[in-house]
């Protein structure tokens, strides 16, 4: 069972930044895919980013690409999603899900393992 842990949301101004950090506990990310997804009230959860155990494969939605960066310390089972130039509509949950896929990253429904997640708030 691998259970997920979000921390580092927060309330930030328009064009600030935060890192968010997802660690594992109980069980290695050797060989898994993570992934960010969001979730604002009244809509879907929506795909981020998401990476291969290797890094060597990133995968970022349109509307955060070029400010967020996702990156990972597999010897700290952690993965984390910087996230630069913050505006009002990344305000959302922010989970982090896990599983031993090899494609369809973007797909939510492919993970079975999920954080609590983590609040992000961006003031205008």
């Known amino acids: 069972q691998v259970q997920l842990v979000e921390s580092g949301g927060g309330l930030v101004q328009a064009g600030g930044s935060l890192r968010l950090s997802c660690v594992a506990s109980?069980?290695?990310?050797?060989?898994?895919?993570v992934g960010w997804f969001r979730q604002a009230p009244g809509k879907e959860r929506e795909f981020v980013a998401a990476?291969?155990?290797?890094?060597?494969?990133?995968y970022y939605a349109d509307s955060v690409k070029g400010r967020f960066t996702i990156s990972r310390d597999n010897a700290l089972n952690t993965v984390y999603l910087k996230m630069d130039s913050l505006k009002p509509e990344d305000s959302a949950v922010y989970y982090c899900?896990?599983?031993?896929?090899?494609?369809?990253?973007?797909?939510?429904?492919?993970?079975?393992?999920w954080g609590q997640g983590t609040q992000v708030t961006v003031s205008s």
């Open positions: 109980e069980h290695t990310l050797e060989s898994y895919a």
């Open positions: 990476t291969k155990w290797s890094g060597s494969i990133i």
């Open positions: 899900a896990a599983d031993l896929i090899n494609y369809d990253l973007r797909n939510p429904h492919k993970y079975g393992f």
